[in-house]
């Protein structure tokens, strides 16, 4: 249930952040920046957007691309860090060897909840056939989503 519950709290912010708007740092609330002030104090280039009550910041540290969606309130939603191919675990390796036979990921990311449960996030990629999969660290299939052709090749 806990899974299932985090799984859609990402999806559902991963689906708003498409329909985001980019707004100035002077936008943000207060205790939003705050926040992210605190925590990521070393950030590098944030850029901001906003999709309904929620504001996401999309940013580097020590050259790794990040991201973290806040309420209105400063409280963090979900965390995403950009990670490498050999960072994924073996579990998920395995899944996508078995289940994606001749697919390659392309993207992967780290996602994290506030209740600190991990997801993986792959963009798994074979000829102009492309799926966002979402992974459980066990390396169970959570969702899997075809990708459009213009998700597939407009990914940052």
Request: proline share 3%; hydrophobic share 35%.
């Amino acid at each position: 249930m806990k899974k299932t519950i985090f799984l859609l709290i990402a999806l559902f912010l991963v689906s708003s952040v498409s329909f985001s708007q980019t707004i100035s740092k002077g936008k943000v609330p207060k205790e939003v920046k705050k926040t992210f002030a605190t925590d990521y104090s070393k950030a590098v280039k944030p850029e901001w957007s906003r999709s309904d009550d929620n504001y996401k910041v999309e940013f580097f540290v020590n050259g790794i691309k990040n991201s973290v969606t806040y309420d209105e309130s400063g409280k963090w939603l979900v965390k995403k860090m950009s990670i490498s191919s050999v960072k994924v675990p073996k579990e998920i390796k395995a899944t996508v060897s078995k289940e994606f036979a001749g697919f390659r990921s392309s993207d992967a990311e780290l996602i994290t909840a506030p209740d600190n449960s991990l997801q993986y996030h792959l963009v798994i990629k074979k000829g102009k056939e492309a799926y966002d999969v979402y992974f459980s660290v066990a390396g169970e299939i959570l969702k899997k989503e075809p990708k459009s052709d213009a998700q597939s090749t407009n990914k940052k």
